[in-house]
């Protein structure tokens, strides 16, 4: 059972940065897609950025340009950085993994996930 902790979440004030980190538990992260996914109160969990086993990385819309996301398989890690933070970025934020190939973005499609990490951007 793959594990996954996240970290690196806080209090920022909008136009600062963050930087997400998701370790996992087992060597072999190099076999599986990850994303990033976030839930604001009220709201639907949504993906925010994932990267393919290969390194694609598509992005949600409304992080393009500001948040990145990179893997370092020889640290079973996954990182998400978030720069010129905005208040509608406040949401708990989730990685997750999947064992399946190519793009992964929808929700169903990942096996797993971590604890989450509170991000909140004050204005």
């Known amino acids: 059972q793959l594990q996954l902790v996240e970290s690196g979440g806080g209090l920022v004030q909008a136009g600062g940065s963050l930087r997400l980190s998701c370790a996992a538990s087992?060597?072999?992260?190099?076999?599986?897609?990850m994303g990033w996914f976030r839930q604001a109160p009220g709201k639907e969990r949504e993906l925010v950025a994932a990267?393919?086993?290969?390194?694609?990385?598509p992005y949600a819309d409304s992080v393009k340009g500001r948040f990145t996301i990179s893997r370092d398989n020889a640290k079973n890690t996954v990182y998400l950085q978030m720069d010129s933070l905005k208040p509608e970025d406040t949401a708990i934020y989730y990685c997750?993994?999947?064992?399946?190939?190519?793009?992964?973005?929808?929700?169903?499609?990942?096996?797993?996930w971590g604890q989450g990490t509170q991000v909140t951007v004050s204005s």
């Open positions: 087992e060597r072999a992260l190099s076999e599986y897609a």
């Open positions: 990267i393919t086993r290969g390194g694609t990385t």
């Open positions: 997750a993994a999947s064992r399946r190939p190519g793009i992964v973005t929808r929700r169903s499609q990942y096996d797993y």
